[in-house]
């Protein structure tokens, strides 16, 4: 494991921390991060978001990773994660980008023709155009392969019927990746075809969902006889599946990327400054059994996290860290959560950033807790990859596989 950086690395950190001064303001250390989830995007936020893309997308800062023949810097993945890294220190707009970047653009790549490529990478690299996934069903979430939407090909083009839901940033993209159901006699996994669908074409409805923490960052996405071009389709028809895959493997090898030590020195300076029975709470016995125990929790996430970062920096592809980091990492945040707003007393209920402590971050973050341990597969889904592709322990039993997915037993009457 390395915990340095090599020279190389140093210098590069320096030269992405001088641009930052010159270009962003610095976080003030003594408050909390905000607390941006990219999920309360109003017109003036996105506009902010894009101006913000843009400048870096001038100075050479935007997707380095990317080949620079779509505007990227054939960076190293781990140059990416140091100015991730630096970037976070600065006060920024929140990122409305992460599922475009860092799993749609790649998928992209990996099946696009030269034209997508052409047409499609450019202007998401600048953040001119947002995108989203329109992967999740009613019916299909963890079991994705069983998804219903169906396009069936008319002409040129495909005419697109069904639902997506949880479809973050649906309401404010330009573009969405989806995969539909194009052949139901085939095998579940084999009749999948993906599709670019333009957001803005007409049988396309976005329903907001309200979600518990006030925000609406996902939505229900209705398609009624969208026509998309047989031009829009990525992959051949049929291999969807193969190409989702793409999509899901670079959303894992994101979400592990995110690991980290998250809000332990938020946490400790609420306890300094909280008071229970008269006294700061941290001078109470419990509460500092239980930061003592949150924290050495935090550093195993921290230092697994550094695993993933010393793989990408020998230019390895990462392990399963980013499933552990995330099967971990997720229920820690939420027991945090919980702990901080309890440690609140009375205040715990009130949710205005101007009154409750830390902006309110602690209420925040034990709402949209739950979501966290559901988004990017859910606790129980990631232990069964950890069980089966880690621990190499029998795989689930899998009755519907092989069979034509009409003949699948459902409710739907109607198939
Ligand atoms: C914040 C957030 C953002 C999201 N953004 C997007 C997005 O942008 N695009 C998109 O397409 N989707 C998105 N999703 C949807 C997400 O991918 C799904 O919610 C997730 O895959 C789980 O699917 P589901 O909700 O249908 O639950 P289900 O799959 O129905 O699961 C229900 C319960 O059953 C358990 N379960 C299911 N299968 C098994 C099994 N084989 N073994 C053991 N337990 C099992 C699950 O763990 C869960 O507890 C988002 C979700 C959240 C919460």
């Known amino acids: 494991m390395d915990f340095n950086d090599t ?17 962003a303001e610095p976080l003030d250390p003594s408050k909390v991060a905000p607390n941006e989830m990219g999920e309360r995007e109003d017109a003036a936020t996105i506009r902010r978001c894009k101006a913000w893309q843009a400048k870096k997308a001038d100075a050479g800062w935007a997707c380095i990773t990317w080949p620079k023949e779509y505007g990227g810097q054939d960076a190293t993945p781990m140059q990416r994660v140091i100015f991730n890294q630096e970037e976070a220190k600065f006060r920024v707009p929140p990122n409305i ?13 990996a099946h696009g023709s030269p034209e997508q490529k052409k047409r499609y990478l450019p202007s998401m690299l600048r953040g001119e155009e947002v ?3 329109l992967f999740s069903e009613p019916a299909a979430g963890s079991d994705l392969a069983g998804l219903r939407t169906s396009a069936v090909k008319e002409g040129t083009d495909w005419l697109l019927n069904g639902q997506k839901i949880w479809s973050t940033g649906a309401h404010f993209c330009d573009w969405g990746m989806i995969v539909t159901r194009t052949d139901p006699s085939a095998a579940k996994h084999a009749g999948l075809t993906y599709f670019i669908v333009d957001m803005h074409s007409r049988g396309i409805e976005v329903r907001p969902i309200k979600q518990i923490n006030g925000a609406s960052g996902f939505n229900e996405v209705f398609f009624s006889n969208v026509r998309v071009p047989d031009s829009n389709r990525l992959g051949a028809v049929g291999d969807g599946w193969r190409v989702a895959l793409t999509t899901l493997m670079n959303e894992r090898v994101a979400i592990g990327a995110g690991t980290g030590s998250g809000r332990f020195k938020d946490l400790l300076r609420l306890a300094k400054q909280t008071r229970r029975n008269g006294r700061p709470a941290i001078e109470d016995s419990a509460v500092r059994q239980k930061l003592a125990d949150f924290y050495v929790r935090s550093k195993g996430l921290q230092y697994t996290g550094y695993r993933t970062l010393s793989a990408l920096s020998r230019g390895q592809i990462p392990g399963p860290e980013g499933s552990i980091g995330k099967a971990v990492g997720a229920p820690l945040g939420q027991q945090m959560a919980a ?6 007393g009375a205040l715990g209920a009130v949710a205005d950033k101007e009154l409750a402590p830390q902006e309110a971050l602690w209420q925040e973050a034990y709402l949209s807790a739950p979501g966290l341990r559901i988004a990017g597969g859910t606790d129980e889904i990631l232990k069964n990859i950890i069980a089966e592709r880690v621990l190499r322990l029998p795989p689930e039993i899998r009755v519907d596989k092989e069979k034509p997915f009409r003949d699948i037993p459902s409710g739907n009457i109607t198939k």
């Not at 980008?97 to 790549?109: D, E, K, N, R, V």
């Not at 702990?339 to 609140?344: G, H, I, R, S, W």
């Open 7 to 23: 020279p190389e690395e140093a210098a590069f950190r320096a030269r992405a921390r001088g641009w930052l001064e010159k270009n």
């Open 97 to 109: 980008y992460a599922i475009g970047h860092g799993m749609l653009g790649p998928t992209i790549m």
């Open 131 to 133: 995108w989203c996934q």
């Open 339 to 344: 702990f901080a707003v309890e440690l609140q």
